[in-house]
């Protein structure tokens, strides 16, 4: 079966200080990755996809990128951040992206507080 | 623009009600729609996949599609307090010429007890 890990669980960080927020899956080859923020009593806001090793697809202009190392890992960065980059962070991954009825499956997300 | 509607809530049932929750959808060419529930402080969980007009029974939980009204519903029967979370609806949609998941903003569910 396929799982997701995400890390670390939670993250308090100062701003201007730079992040990387690891995931990985296991039990499949050729996901589709996708990194999404989720700000306090808010939707899901997809920021990064990614549909091979060094594809990534940006959503939203910010301060954020994203990068795809190995097939079964993707990982977001920042150089420098902001208070407005709080927020639950979640990665999730899917089948194929060019198919109609693709389910995503998420991690267990990553907590970031900007102080 | 594509988007995906939710009433945000709280909905508040008491235990043992059927509890409804609604969601609309602006692409007519939409496939696939699904539910996911999230508890407090935790990532989404996929609990309902719905693709054809009708009606999709798991257990207590029954997902109804109606494409030419655009709207999807999730009704979750003898509501245990358990069930209180938020629920997300999801709707596969055409988007450059990939498909991509875009979520409603969540209706928050109160099972009283």
């Known amino acids: 079966s396929q799982t997701i890990h995400q890390w ?5 960080q100062p701003v201007g200080s730079p992040l990387s927020l690891e ?29 091979g090793i ?12 994203a990068s795809r190392p190995q097939d079964r890992q993707f990982i977001l960065s ?28 998420f991690g267990p997300g990553t907590r970031l507080t900007v102080l | 623009q594509k988007e995906v509607e939710q009433n945000s809530g709280p909905l508040s049932v008491p235990e043992g009600a059927i509890a409804s ?12 729609f699904f539910w996911y529930r999230q508890y407090s402080g935790k990532s989404p969980e996929l609990i309902m996949s719905i693709y054809s007009n009708g ?11 109606n494409k030419a009204s655009q709207y999807v ?12 979370a ?11 010429s990939n498909y991509q998941l875009i979520w409603g903003a969540g209706t928050k569910l109160i099972i009283k007890p």
């Open chain 1, 8 to 12: 670390p669980a939670t993250l308090v």
């Open chain 1, 23 to 51: 995931c990985t899956v296991e039990g499949t080859s050729n996901p589709n990755l996708y990194w999404y923020r989720q700000a306090a009593g808010r939707g899901l806001q997809l920021l990064f996809y990614s549909v």
């Open chain 1, 54 to 65: 060094g594809q990534i697809s940006s959503e939203v202009p910010q301060n954020l990128s």
């Open chain 1, 78 to 105: 920042s150089k420098k951040l902001l208070l407005s980059d709080s927020g639950f962070y979640l990665c999730a991954w899917t089948g194929s992206r060019l198919a109609s009825n693709n389910e995503q499956f």
């Open chain 2, 21 to 32: 929750l609604n969601c609309t959808y602006s692409d007519r060419g939409s496939q696939s």
């Open chain 2, 55 to 65: 009606d999709k029974e798991d257990g207590r939980f029954t997902a109804q599609l």
């Open chain 2, 73 to 84: 519903s999730l009704l979750i029967r003898d509501s245990q307090p358990s069930d209180s």
């Open chain 2, 86 to 96: 938020t629920y997300l609806c999801a709707v596969n949609m055409m988007m450059d």
